[in-house]
């Protein structure tokens, strides 16, 4: 399919997207019985009995008379959004395969980086000075080490540590209950202006579409499906926190949470996720290892997978490999060791100290601050991370 085919199916995708009575389950029905969305706009809709009800099929013909393309298109251009379906290249492949995916997003601002890794800070919106503060330190830390901060642009800790993530110059993206062009709540406006120049608001409510309770519940999946790791800050044991975690497990996301007083009321839903198995953050350092860790785990499998292939292709093959292995420099070696998600010079010593390398401290300071002035390797504060 061509860019410009590709371009006029999204349009169709948008007016799928909103006809009225269609949600993401009903839509996939449609598309699942083999029909792209031009399709479906240019067939007799009597073909759709036994897949959508008498009243979502009068919807969709309703629809039919009444959507303008181009009006539609240009009522988006003029707010400086973008739709982007399942069907768009540009859809985050996190979101594809999580339980009830949304069909479409609206964007404000840009979508996160997928090659870059990805956290939510979530919590209290009646947040402690504690929380204030904790907010505070892993917006910042996070974004300093080059990770996105992914929040829900609300009052208290989402908001908080989503300022102190743009504050430090990282980027953040707000995914709202609301149409992308309107900030819920006010009193966070310069937050949602800044999001729109360094990051993105996300919905997947239509332009226009105001904030109701039941809607926060559903933007939660998003939160946790476009994150790498999920940050707890502060949480009472009941709260609307607790909804964001299910789904980031229900997600296979990693949950961390910050401990606090036992005493304390908001402390109890990050002390009880604590007790029942979740990572414990006592600072920065903690989410920046488990990131670590979790793209480790996925260089090896994918480096298992790789090591399983290349005994298929003989003996010849193994030798060459072998040659080349033991030719590498340890400039190579540490470049191996360190990707986009920022690591620590001790981490970097394990890691060669695992392959038989046996270099002191000082010799690998060297090496490092030689690739950092090469422009090969990122320095952000004491990590390092590899130049995209």
């Not at 290892?289 to 292709?313: A, V």
Request: net charge negative.
């Amino acid at each position: 399919m061509t860019d410009n085919n590709k371009n006029k199916e999204n349009e169709y995708a948008h007016w799928l997207f909103n006809v009225q009575g269609l949600g993401n389950k009903s839509i996939d029905k449609l598309l699942c019985n083999g029909m792209s969305c031009s399709d479906i706009y240019r067939a007799d809709s009597r073909e759709f009995k036994g897949l959508l009800t008498d009243k979502q099929i009068r919807n969709l013909e309703q629809s039919k008379r009444t959507w303008d393309f181009e009006k539609e298109a240009a009522k988006l251009t003029k707010k400086n959004i973008s739709f982007i379906s399942r069907i768009d290249s540009r859809f985050p492949e996190k979101l594809k395969n999580i339980p009830d995916p949304p069909f479409a997003l609206y964007v404000k601002g840009e979508l996160p980086d997928p090659a870059k890794p990805s956290v939510a800070i979530i919590g209290a919106r009646m947040c402690s000075e504690y929380g204030r503060y904790m907010a505070r330190v892993f917006g910042r830390g996070l974004a300093l080490a080059g990770v996105q901060v992914i929040s829900g642009l609300a009052r208290g800790v989402d908001g908080i540590s989503q300022k102190a993530a743009l504050a430090a110059g990282g980027k953040s993206y707000g995914i709202v209950g609301s149409g992308v062009d309107i900030c819920y709540p006010e009193d966070n406006l310069d937050i949602y202006n800044n999001l729109c120049e360094m990051g993105g608001v996300i919905s997947e409510f239509p332009p226009g579409t105001y904030p109701k309770a039941n809607f926060f519940p559903m933007r939660n999946r998003i939160i946790s499906g476009l994150a790498d790791v999920v940050l707890v800050i502060e949480a009472r044991e009941k709260s609307g926190t607790q909804i964001t975690v299910d789904t980031a497990l229900e997600q296979g996301r990693e949950v961390l949470a910050v401990p606090g007083r036992v005493t304390d009321r908001l402390s109890d839903g990050c002390n009880l996720l604590i007790s029942q198995g979740a990572g414990v953050a006592i600072g920065v350092d903690d989410v920046l290892g488990r990131l670590w860790e979790n793209s480790k785990s996925s260089r090896h499998h994918d480096e298992t997978d790789g090591r399983r292939q290349e005994q298929n292709k003989g003996q010849h093959d193994l030798e060459l490999q072998e040659e080349s292995e033991s030719n590498r420099t340890i400039e190579d070696q540490i470049l191996e060791l360190v990707d986009i998600i920022p690591v620590s010079s001790s981490q970097i010593l394990e890691g060669l100290n695992l392959r038989g390398i046996d270099i002191s401290v000082p010799q690998l300071m060297g090496y490092l601050m030689e690739l950092n002035y090469e422009g090969t390797l990122i320095q952000d504060g004491t990590y390092y991370r590899k130049r995209q």
